[in-house]
């Protein structure tokens, strides 16, 4: 049986559960301690799937299509191994269980209730990964609040299980905050101290507290919120705030928390942490020889959160390249013929993120022109894979009307249409294309250097397909479908072989990019706005040009 360990946090949302909960989970595999991560989200929607990405940010989806929480792409960036639908838990999916069970006579004669239905559903989907036996360590992340009604049936299920299960094998790490207040040139432990009196009111004691602070908790400060925390001065860890989120697993190592975790588990503490190539990539993270500007064209910029999984990729790319990738935020509504030079001549790379819907997508198709006519590196993801072959059929095949059937579905060349067994479909939640599938690139293609194979797999989450009707024009103007699905026969990678770099996929490259295994489409794309800026800088200055002769 697994050990487990559970995660809440207190006084505001945003302190960094999940990196917490990551980074402890990559210190106990770095012990040889085989470990996993959940995450059970408080609200009532099934999956996050039908989440708008300014509410929630983006949505991971893992290999087997599970369309997840963002935090599980930490998990795996972190840990460098994959997730499943079994690592994402939400009220609405315990809900859903249980009402299914009732209507099919699960629990005939009974009044079905909070308690004890739903939470021993909580708990069992708490207990299911441990029950696999592949695991040492199970950490469970409980989203939301203490406090918040939502969360009280997942505290509740927590409660119960500190005592079910045997002392040593469950453990509670409370995450909270110690503000500093600059008027009073003091930390304040009262907000910490009343969110552990709420979680104790709930008959939760936790055994570890995490305190998110801007400036160092002192020995007196410790010792102050363990007294009225009733947990040891020892296991009161200071969290401070991190110039990046890969830098946490070595904070949270120089506070012991890995070594509190195990010892009060009762988990034999044999070597020191390996974490040499852990390291190796903060120090080409910190330390870059360059710099790039990286222009991501999107409609949910406001929002970092929405395109996560891209950012973090173009972290793990730049610092393979030992270059620093600035992102240029640029909002494809506001991109027009007129302004298009002026937003985007200062770029070394342009990417068009994914999306859904019409808004935006003007902008984007203007924004790929400009990166094809000026050869200016471009990678397009999904919508923006999609969007440049809109823009090569109307600019280059002269189909002036081409679009998607999805922002225009009378459109005259659908050159992206939708699939045909979703024509059928009317339900919205995790009806798309989801998860895993194997794609056959054709050799000598740019995709084919990128990757340095012919047979890969990736994952997807989309409705809409290249139309396969249209691609003897393609092919025959030049531009080149280098890999396919090879059941469907499907295009999954577009290319301009004339052009620097300029490659578009269907699928979501940057959900399977991990500080260990960055992904080879960011790494390539990253290199490439490398030697055009270095070309570029050339150009400027003719002794740079005869050194680089």
């Known amino acids: 049986m697994s050990k487990f360990v559970f995660v809440t946090g207190g006084v505001t949302s945003s302190l960094g559960k999940g990196i917490v909960a990551a980074s402890l989970a990559k210190l106990l595999q770095a012990r040889g301690v085989t ?4 995450k059970f989200d408080p609200y009532i929607n099934v999956d996050p799937g039908t989440l708008n990405p300014y509410e929630h940010g983006e949505c991971y989806v893992t290999e087997d299509g599970a369309e997840t929480d963002l935090d599980l792409g930490h998990y795996e960036r972190f840990l460098n191994i994959y997730t499943s639908q079994a690592n994402n838990v939400t009220t609405g999916r315990i809900y859903q269980t249980v009402i299914n069970k009732e209507r099919e006579g699960a629990y005939l004669g009974k009044t079905v209730q909070v308690i004890p239905h739903i939470t021993d559903e909580i708990k069992r989907r708490m207990l299911l990964l441990g029950a696999e036996g592949k695991y040492d360590v199970v950490i469970t992340e409980i989203g939301g609040t203490v406090g918040d009604i939502e969360s009280h049936p997942f505290i509740e299920a927590v409660r119960q299980l500190q005592w079910e299960l045997p002392e040593d094998d469950c453990l509670v790490i409370h995450l909270t905050l110690i503000p500093y207040l600059k008027a009073a040139k003091e930390l304040k432990t009262k907000p910490t ?51 990046t989120i890969y830098e946490v697993p070595l904070m949270m190592m120089r506070e012991k928390l890995d070594l509190i975790v195990m010892k009060r588990l009762n988990i034999p ?7 040499t190539r852990w390291k190796e990539f903060l120090d080409k993270l910190k330390y870059p020889k360059s710099k790039v500007t990286i222009g991501l064209i999107g409609k949910y910029i406001e929002l970092q959160d929405a395109y996560k999984s891209i950012l973090e990729a173009f972290v793990h790319g730049g610092a393979m390249n030992e270059c620093k990738v600035q992102i240029m935020n ?21 990417l068009v993120a994914p999306g859904f819907g019409h808004r935006g997508t003007e902008g984007k198709i203007t924004a790929i022109k400009y990166a094809r006519e000026k050869g200016l590196p471009f990678f397009g993801i999904c919508l923006g894979m999609q969007m440049a072959t809109v823009e090569f059929a109307r600019d280059v095949l002269g189909l002036k009307d081409a679009h998607s059937t999805e922002m225009t579905p009378d459109t005259p060349h659908p050159v992206i249409d939708m699939m045909e067994e979703q024509k059928k479909i009317t339900a919205k939640g995790g009806t798309m294309r989801l998860g895993s599938y194997p794609c056959r690139i054709e050799p000598g293609t740019l995709a084919h250097r990128i990757y340095g194979e012919t047979q890969i797999h990736e994952r997807h989450r989309h409705r809409y397909e290249f139309n396969n009707d249209y691609l003897d024009r393609f092919q025959e103007a030049g531009m080149v479908a280098s890999g396919k699905n090879p059941d469907s026969g499907l295009v999954e990678i577009m290319e301009l072989p004339t052009h620097p770099f300029y490659i578009g996929v269907q699928f979501h490259p940057e959900l399977k990019s991990t500080v260990e295994r960055p992904h080879p489409l960011f790494v390539h794309f990253v290199a490439a706005a490398k030697a055009f800026n270095e070309r570029l800088n050339a150009v400027k200055n003719p002794l740079l040009q005869s050194e680089m002769i």
């Open 35 to 38: 470990a996993t991560i959940q």
């Open 269 to 275: 503490i044999a070597a020191e942490p390996e974490l």
């Open 330 to 350: 640029v909002h494809s509504e506001f991109i027009t013929e007129d302004n298009v030079a002026e937003k985007l001549s200062s770029l070394d790379g342009l």
């Open 193 to 243: 101290q009343h969110s552990v009196k709420m979680l104790s009111e709930n008959g939760v004691h936790p055994d570890i507290l995490v305190c998110r602070t801007e400036e160092p908790l002192s020995t007196d400060i410790r010792r102050k919120i363990a007294q009225f925390c009733n947990v040891k001065t020892e296991a009161v860890i200071e969290s401070a705030d991190a110039a």
